[in-house]
């Protein structure tokens, strides 16, 4: 299994930007699909984006298409999450996911987690 370290949460004020960095170690990024996920308080875990390392197909959730962006760094095994035009309901722990075809997202590996929190 990947191990996977998030980081670049943080505090910013609405129509602000954040990085949020995702970090592959134990093996490479290549055979997943790596996905970035959102929990707020007192809601369910929901999928913000993914993306297939090999290839680069992306699919974003309605509520950040345009604003949000993910890429990839295949030298620095890493995946960024791009957000821009940031809004209090986007306020959430941001959790990195990493998957193979054959698994579910329960059956991957995740990260621990960056918390992310837009004032208004």
């Known amino acids: 299994q990947v191990q996977l370290v998030e980081s670049g949460g943080g505090l910013v004020q609405a129509g602000g930007s954040l990085r949020l960095s995702c970090a592959a170690s134990g093996r490479t990024f290549s055979p997943y699909i790596i996905g970035w996920f959102r929990q707020a308080p007192g809601k369910e875990r929901e999928s913000v984006v993914r993306?297939?390392?090999?290839?680069?197909?992306?699919s974003y959730a309605d509520a950040v298409k345009g604003r949000f962006t993910i890429s990839r760094d295949s030298a620095k095994n890493t995946v960024f999450l791009q957000m821009n035009s940031l809004k209090p309901e986007d306020t959430a722990v941001y959790y990195c996911?990493?998957?193979?075809?054959?698994?579910?997202?329960?059956?991957?590996?995740w990260g621990q987690g960056t918390q992310v929190t837009v004032s208004s």
């Open positions: 996911a990493a998957r193979l075809n054959s698994q579910t997202w329960s059956e991957g590996s």
């Open positions: 993306i297939t390392w090999t290839g680069g197909t992306t």
